[in-house]
């Protein structure tokens, strides 16, 4: 693609048949712009090359007028760079115009959503597909239909797309947890660490499946290692118990170290368990008294009287130095 712009030249240089052209201006430089972090040049680039044809460059001027990247938000130029790309059938111009006007911004309806999303779903989209399968779940700008909303996500699913099979995971947890389960192992076979955390539990726990130690040991074990909190307090857990895991209260610190400093409540308290009594990591009762602060209550009775039970022994036991810098590190 190319285009060129003439610059204004005076009646002399046009006697001299001389003529100023500025450069060439494509899709390449303005993406080069936007990665060096130059969002004016960007836009200023996409702008002449959409206006030249390239449907590439008016995607890349409608995100930037949409996300604001210059410093302005405008969702009707936005829209307008869009649907230039959209008539030419660009796969990224039909999705963002879905989500626009699933917010109803620039007088886009919910309507129009389910029209741009079934055009890029037709394309193979899958992001497209689990958008329109949470349109047609809900009803909005379209009638409602179960079925319909079931089947895009298998369709998006079956292009490999991790987040629509962990979403036919969700959708029958509570109907049918053995086909729950069967879906978010195969989420988690493709690498989402969220349907492994889910699927590790349902094994470890009661949900219409036999619990199987290992299964739950290795899924949890995968989540874990993709840092999810929760998942790194409970494989701690099964490596402290030696459930399903070879034992080490060594590993198990490490792993509820993480999930305390990832934010998890369970994790917080369990490090401070193991560093009030020295198991697996030395002992140290300022930081078992900063971690028991910071796990706080969680609405689970065992776990609040397990907690309130170590934070007595803490007060009772250890010197209010100890303590108070604890609670001025945790303030």
């Known amino acids: 693609m190319s285009g060129t712009f003439a610059l204004g030249v005076n009646s002399a240089a046009h006697a001299n048949t001389a003529t100023t052209v500025q450069p060439t201006v494509n899709f390449e430089d303005a993406l080069s712009a936007y990665n060096g972090g130059d969002a004016v040049t960007a836009l200023s680039h996409a702008k002449v090359a959409a206006r030249n044809g390239s449907a590439e460059a008016a995607v890349m001027a409608g995100y930037i007028l949409r996300k604001g990247e ?41 309507s129009d959503a389910v029209a741009y999303l079934t055009r890029a779903s037709d394309m193979g989209r899958t992001d497209a597909m689990r958008a329109l399968s949470d349109l047609y779940r809900t009803g909005q700008g379209t009638v409602p239909s179960a079925k319909k909303s079931e089947n895009l996500l298998k369709k998006a699913s079956q292009s490999f797309d991790r987040d629509a099979t962990k979403r036919l995971g969700d959708r029958h947890i509570d109907s049918d947890p053995k086909q729950a389960l069967k879906y978010y192992e195969q989420a988690a076979d493709a690498g989402h660490i969220e349907a492994a955390y889910i699927a590790g539990v349902m094994y470890a726990e009661n949900f219409e499946i036999r619990p199987n130690s290992a299964k739950s040991a290795a899924l949890l074990k995968q989540a874990a290692e993709g840092g999810h909190a929760a998942a790194q307090a409970d494989y701690g857990l099964l490596v402290y118990q030696g459930y399903g895991a070879a034992r080490s209260e060594a590993e198990a610190a490490k792993w509820f170290e993480k999930s305390a400093k990832g934010g998890d409540k369970e994790g917080q308290f369990l490090y401070s368990f193991t560093l009030a009594k020295g198991e697996g990591v030395q002992q140290n009762f300022e930081d078992a008294y900063y971690w028991l602060l910071k796990s706080d209550k969680s609405g689970n009775d065992e776990y609040d009287k397990d907690r309130a039970e170590l934070k007595k022994r803490l007060e009772a036991n250890v010197d209010a130095n100890i303590l108070s810098r604890a609670r001025a590190r945790a303030n």
């Open 70 to 110: 210059t410093g302005i938000i405008n969702l009707n130029e936005a829209k307008s760079w869009y649907m230039q790309a959209a008539n030419q059938n660009h796969p990224d111009a039909l999705v963002a115009l879905g989500e626009m006007a699933i917010k109803n911004e620039a007088g886009l309806t919910q």
